[in-house]
């Protein structure tokens, strides 16, 4: 993944659910286009992010194919990536650098 100065983008898996939490933090004075992209380059999802805001999304992963995909944030001089892996209708945590979010209440 790549981060600019611009704004940064994570993905994390919720509990032991379906659902995935994706952290958009826009720090740009422009609004951002936030995608998500399976490996053939087929959008699922977009959705416009407002210049300087940080918004929290729950996606639910349940509907998508194992596989492959991409979680583009873009704008004109902004391109952050963070890529990640649909397994058994879950967000793959094997890699290291994502946690489990929960809630703490």
Same mark, same amino acid.
């Given at each position: 993944? #790549?981060?600019?100065?611009?704004?940064? @983008? !994570?993905?994390?898996?919720? /509990?032991? &659910?379906?659902?995935?939490?994706? #952290?958009?933090?826009? !720090? #740009?004075? #422009?609004? @951002?286009?936030?995608k998500v992209y399976d490996y053939t380059g087929h959008v699922f999802?977009? $959705?416009t992010i407002k210049a300087e805001t940080n918004t929290q999304k729950l996606f639910?992963?349940?509907? @998508?194919s194992d596989g492959d995909y991409s979680l583009v944030l873009v704008g004109d001089n !902004? /391109?952050? $990536? $963070?890529s990640f892996i649909v397994k058994s209708k879950k967000l793959d945590v094997s890699n $290291? &650098?994502?946690?489990?979010a929960e809630n703490k209440n």
């Amino acid at each position: 993944s #790549s981060v600019f100065a611009s704004g940064n @983008l !994570t993905i994390n898996k919720y /509990r032991n &659910t379906d659902y995935s939490i994706v #952290s958009v933090f826009n !720090t #740009s004075n #422009s609004n @951002l286009k936030l995608k998500v992209y399976d490996y053939t380059g087929h959008v699922f999802y977009s $959705e416009t992010i407002k210049a300087e805001t940080n918004t929290q999304k729950l996606f639910d992963l349940s509907n @998508l194919s194992d596989g492959d995909y991409s979680l583009v944030l873009v704008g004109d001089n !902004t /391109r952050i $990536e $963070e890529s990640f892996i649909v397994k058994s209708k879950k967000l793959d945590v094997s890699n $290291e &650098t994502m946690q489990i979010a929960e809630n703490k209440n």
